[in-house]
């Protein structure tokens, strides 16, 4: 855990948060500032900084994330309409929070390109 980051400390309980899924390897919450009307954000409890900080030895957990997103798309109702999962990685990419995460958005007709 990074001790300044502000998603380990969600990840570890420590700042409150709307969980809608969580394993031993990853946590899902609402964003405190959604873009659509289903706007949850992923992340992994072990601290990785970015996709570009990404590791050969991250490949499964990425994988799982990605299946975790399927899964919760699942349980909030947008997997038959479609949904989007964005990761933002570096300054241009604007994350704004250096642990690496993807937003699962939908619940609305999503318009492209996105930026």
């Known amino acids: ?28 919450f609402r964003d405190i500032q959604p873009q659509a009307p289903v706007h949850v954000v992923i992340i992994p409890r072990r601290h990785i900084a970015s996709l570009e ?5 991250d490949v499964e957990l990425l994988g799982r994330i ?31 929070i250096q642990h690496i995460h993807f937003h699962l958005l939908g619940g609305r007709q999503l318009s492209w390109p996105p930026g």
């Open 66 to 96: 990605a299946y975790t997103a399927k899964i919760v798309a699942e349980q909030l109702g947008i997997a038959t309409t479609g949904y989007r999962v964005v990761n933002n990685c570096g300054t241009h990419g604007q994350q704004t």
């Open 53 to 57: 900080a990404a590791e050969d030895t």
């Open 1 to 28: 855990m990074a001790q300044d980051c502000l998603f380990c400390k969600i990840a570890a309980k420590q700042i409150p948060s709307q969980v809608v899924y969580e394993d031993e390897q990853i946590v899902a």
